[in-house]
């Protein structure tokens, strides 16, 4: 049956909190904040919900999840940039993004996690040149599908070790 309604901000009081599954649920509503303050979250798993707004500029910023290796919010209506201040969340191995209304251009900032093993930007219109230079990250599965961006392929070429790169449906950007 899954779990209906919003993210309560209260959730964001378990300081304790190391794993947060909310996947294939029925959750509505905008992301509450507050669960970006969890300081030892290992784990935000959000996807297939139909949360909806904006991210969160400050999501990674002031110390806070310093831990966080895993952040899927994918499968859900999130529209906006992603935030900025995402690099400041150096343990990140995984993000995924995919199967949003995401927009703007994908930050360069990304490059600085170091750690990052899965980038999933499916399925959203993110636009521009991806600033993504492939030779800065460790970086195991790209996926971009159905997103119109100038990728730098070239770039992908400097990549050391194996890696997977996801363009099925790609629709690339043309200059005019």
Same mark, same amino acid.
């Given at each position: 049956?899954?779990? =209906?309604?919003?993210?309560?901000?209260?959730?964001?009081?378990?300081? *304790?909190?190391?794993?947060?599954?909310?996947?294939?649920?029925?959750?509505?509503?905008?992301?509450?904040?507050?669960?970006?303050?969890?300081?030892?979250?290992?784990?935000?798993?959000?996807?297939?919900?139909? /949360? *909806?707004?904006?991210?969160? =500029? &400050?999501?990674? =910023?002031?110390? %806070?999840? $310093? =831990?966080?290796?895993?952040?899927?919010?994918?499968?859900?209506?999130?529209?906006?940039?992603?935030? /900025?201040?995402?690099? $400041?969340?150096? $343990?990140?191995? %995984?993000?995924?993004?995919?199967?949003?209304?995401?927009?703007?251009?994908?930050? %360069?900032?990304?490059?600085?996690?170091?750690?990052?093993?899965?980038?999933?930007?499916?399925?959203?219109?993110?636009?521009?040149?991806?600033?993504?230079?492939? &030779?800065?990250?460790?970086?195991?599965?790209?996926?971009?599908?159905?997103?119109?961006?100038?990728?730098?392929?070239?770039? /992908?070429?400097?990549?050391?070790?194996?890696?997977?790169?996801?363009?099925?449906?790609?629709?690339? $950007? &043309?200059?005019?």
């Amino acid at each position: 049956m899954g779990v =209906r309604g919003s993210i309560a901000p209260e959730i964001g009081n378990l300081y *304790s909190l190391a794993s947060l599954d909310l996947s294939g649920n029925y959750l509505n509503g905008s992301i509450a904040p507050t669960i970006f303050n969890l300081t030892v979250v290992e784990s935000i798993n959000l996807y297939d919900n139909s /949360l *909806s707004g904006s991210l969160p =500029r &400050h999501i990674c =910023r002031y110390n %806070r999840l $310093q =831990r966080l290796k895993v952040l899927d919010l994918g499968s859900n209506e999130l529209e906006g940039d992603i935030p /900025l201040s995402l690099d $400041q969340c150096s $343990q990140l191995e %995984r993000i995924s993004f995919g199967l949003n209304k995401l927009s703007g251009n994908v930050p %360069r900032e990304i490059v600085n996690i170091t750690k990052l093993k899965v980038l999933d930007l499916s399925f959203n219109n993110l636009r521009g040149t991806s600033n993504l230079y492939a &030779h800065n990250l460790s970086i195991s599965s790209y996926v971009i599908s159905i997103n119109p961006l100038s990728l730098p392929l070239l770039e /992908l070429l400097s990549i050391k070790g194996e890696f997977s790169l996801n363009l099925s449906n790609w629709l690339p $950007q &043309h200059n005019k």
